[in-house]
């Protein structure tokens, strides 16, 4: 039996738990993947942010434009500012990244600087 109540909410993600049939109403909802919640992924961040300009080789990344982050050595603090400020040809991620990113980029980098 269909229930025009169910159709009228398709698209609320409502509709799930009011039409779903009550078998599983205590599932968690999984998080969309790589939605920039509250957690990221340096590594990740990195590549697709990073790596074009800067060179680092635990990311496998050879980017000419910074300089060399094996280097460098930054520390996360170094980082996190320089990524949310930019500063000489760098742009700012601040609005690009969201928070957890910088903070995940900063821990990567400074975590894996100099050491592959
Ligand atoms: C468009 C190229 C470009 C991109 C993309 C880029 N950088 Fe840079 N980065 C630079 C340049 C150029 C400098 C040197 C800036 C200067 O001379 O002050 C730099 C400097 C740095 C420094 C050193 C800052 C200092 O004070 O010594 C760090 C750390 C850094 N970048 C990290 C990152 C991270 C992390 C990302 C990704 C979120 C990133 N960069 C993306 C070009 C880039």
Redesign the pocket.
């Known amino acids: 039996m269909k229930t025009p109540a169910c159709i009228a909410a398709l698209g609320a993600a409502l509709v799930l738990a009011a039409c779903g049939g009550g078998s599983d109403s205590e599932s968690t909802p999984t998080p969309a993947q790589g939605g920039g919640g509250g957690t990221a992924d340096g590594a990740q961040?990195?590549t697709q942010?990073?790596a074009?300009?800067?060179t680092l080789a635990a990311a496998g990344s050879k980017g000419q434009?910074?300089?060399n982050?094996d280097d460098?050595r930054?520390g996360p603090d170094?980082?996190k500012t320089?990524?949310e400020n930019g500063?000489?040809?760098?742009?700012s991620?601040k609005g690009k990244?969201s928070d957890a990113e910088i903070q995940a980029?900063?821990d990567y980098?400074s975590e894996n600087a100099g050491k592959s």
């Open positions: 961040v990195f942010n990073c074009n300009c800067h434009v910074g300089p982050l460098l930054p170094l980082v320089q990524t500063g000489g040809a760098m742009p991620f990244l980029v900063a980098v």
